[in-house]
């Protein structure tokens, strides 16, 4: 089985920054596809960023130039660096992991922006 555990989340007051950080168990973690992706209340969840295994990215508009994905397989984690945050940035932030058909998702971290 595998889990992924996030961390990082917090508060910060707009224009500041964060780093999350999203670990997973087992032996898996290379072959991943690893995202990141936020839900705000009441919104769908929506996609962040993405990583692929040999670590190409791909970001959502509102992320780019702010937002940087990253990953170290040695580690069994994923980053997402978080800067020039703004007050609509303020989600629960999820990890979640694609291999082949199978997908797994984290507990989230609390992002909140203050203006």
């Known amino acids: 089985q595998v889990q992924l555990v996030e961390s990082g989340g917090g508060l910060v007051q707009a224009g500041g920054s964060l780093r999350l950080s999203c670990t997973a168990s087992?032996?898996?973690?290379?072959?991943?596809?690893m995202n990141w992706y936020r839900q705000a209340p009441g919104k769908q969840r929506e996609l962040v960023a993405s990583?692929?295994?040999?670590?190409?990215?791909n970001y959502v508009d509102y992320a780019k130039g702010r937002f940087t994905i990253s990953r170290d397989n040695a580690k069994n984690t994923v980053y997402l660096q978080m800067n020039s945050l703004k007050p609509e940035d303020t989600a629960v932030y999820y990890c979640?992991?694609?291999?082949?058909?199978?997908?797994?998702w984290g507990q989230g971290t609390q992002v909140t922006v203050s203006s």
């Open positions: 087992g032996s898996i973690f290379s072959i991943a596809v």
């Open positions: 979640k992991a694609n291999i082949k058909i199978q997908t797994y």
């Open positions: 990583i692929q295994t040999g670590g190409n990215t």
